[in-house]
């Protein structure tokens, strides 16, 4: 049996359950999901500030999940925050967040995407998560729809019609083959989006999910983990404990 963990990297506890229904409905009958959210913080995280106020969670969230016994655990933001530090202190874990998982999935299914965002301001720091991954030649767009994360959700018809808005543009007009949700809280809407745009449409909350099982399940039969070596070589455990960290 898979354990997974789904973190919600905010002081709020108001999507943890939606997200949850949706995990349970697509899970394999052997994964066992939990979702967690920090007990203090920022409600939203568009601003870096906020990111380096609850990557310490985060990690300390993580730590607690391995020794748990979970097989996995997903950053639930489309910045991928925490992702390398997270895999740096995991010993046998998979680790893995919606941007990365969003990605790879969608490069794999069109040669170009498009990645709907909320705000201008969550561009240029999701666009270095674009290039640190390799995948600024699949990309077509960028399309923001104007809304903070707690707008997905007030106004269901209205952000419908945007996301349809945006998602059209990016297939017309920018080439796009596969249409990316780039928020964790725009769940709920790819299914519409993508019989009315005719094209795959990524929701950043099932996409990562699903990898984690698939990943959980080669490191499973097969052993094949985060690598160790350089990028994701844990610090020293005498370290840690000398500077009581």
């Known amino acids: ?3 997974i963990m789904w973190i919600n990297p905010v002081g709020t506890d108001i999507f943890d359950k939606p997200i949850l229904n949706m995990l349970n409905d697509v899970k394999q009958p052997c994964t066992q999901v939990e979702v967690v959210s920090l007990k203090k913080g920022p409600l939203h995280l568009d601003y870096r500030y906020y990111e380096a106020l609850v990557v310490p969670d985060i990690l300390n969230i993580i730590k607690s999940a391995e020794k748990q016994g979970y097989d996995a655990a997903i950053i639930g933001c489309f910045y991928d925050l925490g992702l390398k530090e997270a895999r740096e202190i995991a010993e046998k ?3 893995t967040a919606p941007a990365e998982a969003c990605m790879h999935i969608a490069a794999t299914m069109g040669h170009r995407f498009s990645i709907i965002t909320g705000r201008e301001k969550n561009i240029p720091q999701m666009m270095d998560n674009v290039v640190l991954s390799g995948m600024k030649d699949k990309l077509a767009s960028f399309k923001p729809l104007g809304l903070g994360v707690h707008d997905y959700h007030k106004d269901e018809n209205m952000v419908v019609q945007r996301l349809k808005e945006k998602a059209k543009e990016a297939v017309e007009k920018d080439g796009a083959e596969v249409v990316v949700l780039g928020c964790t ?3 709920g809407f790819f299914k519409e989006l993508q019989e ?5 449409v990524i929701d950043a909350v099932l996409a990562p999910f699903k990898y984690a099982e698939f990943l959980v399940e080669l490191k499973d039969r097969f052993g094949w983990l985060h690598s160790k070596k350089n990028a994701f070589e844990a610090p020293p ?6 500077w009581n960290l």
């Open 1 to 3: 049996m898979a354990k």
């Open 93 to 95: 874990m998979i680790i």
């Open 185 to 187: 809280i725009q769940f």
């Open 196 to 200: 009315y745009v005719g094209v795959p």
């Open 237 to 242: 455990a005498s370290e840690i404990t000398a």
